[in-house]
């Protein structure tokens, strides 16, 4: 069935550091790749998504790139700051049907 | 923004109780809710898919008899935990979308706590 990978797990990096996350999805029909930003005990929250149609997307610290030939996707963070601290999702979805989330990467910011 | 409403935000019974979790768009229709659990550390599990005036769509390994979805209007989804038991307890939260290639909305969350 339709699976995406999330690598690291855990991810520890200095305040002002970038940080990197990598996804892989197995459905080649997915079009739709979403990143998600959760604190703990609170919603999963959009931070950034981007379509089929483009290979990178960028939003001030934040940005994604795709690649759907090897069907790979990264988020990108630069000059982290502890608030950045959280555990973060990336999702691919075939657009009007189930989304499928990635098993998440816990990120730390150390000050 | 879209805006998803979870009542309530966190439940503790005891083991046998039924427990109603509501979902709410409050400032668009949805016509697809979707009901996910998440263990501690752990990722989103989708449990079931639920769509307006019809029955829910349950993913595999869901039991149905064990986790009512009632999508009664266009705006609203329930999930009812019936006869909850210790194993129940979880995290739980909805999510919808108001057009499909659209991101999801999530709700608050319900943590659910069976004693």
């Known amino acids: 069935g339709e699976n995406v990978e999330q690598h690291p797990s855990t991810l520890s990096v200095q305040e002002g550091d970038s940080a990197v996350i990598k996804c892989t999805y197995s459905d080649s029909a997915s079009n739709y790749f979403p990143w998600y930003k959760q604190e703990l005990g609170k919603r999963p929250q959009l931070i950034i998504d981007i379509r089929s149609n483009v290979g990178e997307k960028k939003d001030q610290r934040i940005a994604v790139t795709l690649n759907k030939t090897a069907k790979h996707f990264s988020l990108h963070i630069t000059e982290t700051q502890p608030e950045d601290s959280a555990v973060y999702f990336c999702a691919a979805s075939t657009g009007g049907f189930k989304t499928i989330f990635g098993a998440g990467t816990r990120l730390f910011v150390k000050a | 923004g879209a805006v998803v409403s979870q009542h309530p935000s966190r439940v503790i019974c005891k083991s046998g109780t039924s427990v109603k979790i509501e979902c709410r768009s409050l400032d668009f229709q949805a016509t697809t809710m979707f009901w996910y659990r998440q263990f501690p550390k752990k990722s989103l599990m989708l449990m079931a898919t639920?769509?307006?005036?019809?029955?829910?769509?349950?993913e595999q390994g869901v039991e149905k008899d064990k986790f009512l979805i009632n999508h009664a209007s266009l705006t609203l989804s329930t999930l009812t935990v019936t006869s909850a038991h210790p194993e129940d307890s979880s995290f739980y939260i909805c999510s919808a979308w108001d057009r499909p290639d659209q991101p999801q909305h999530f709700g608050d969350g319900t943590r659910l706590s069976i004693l």
């Open positions: 639920s769509n307006e005036g019809s029955k829910a769509t349950y």
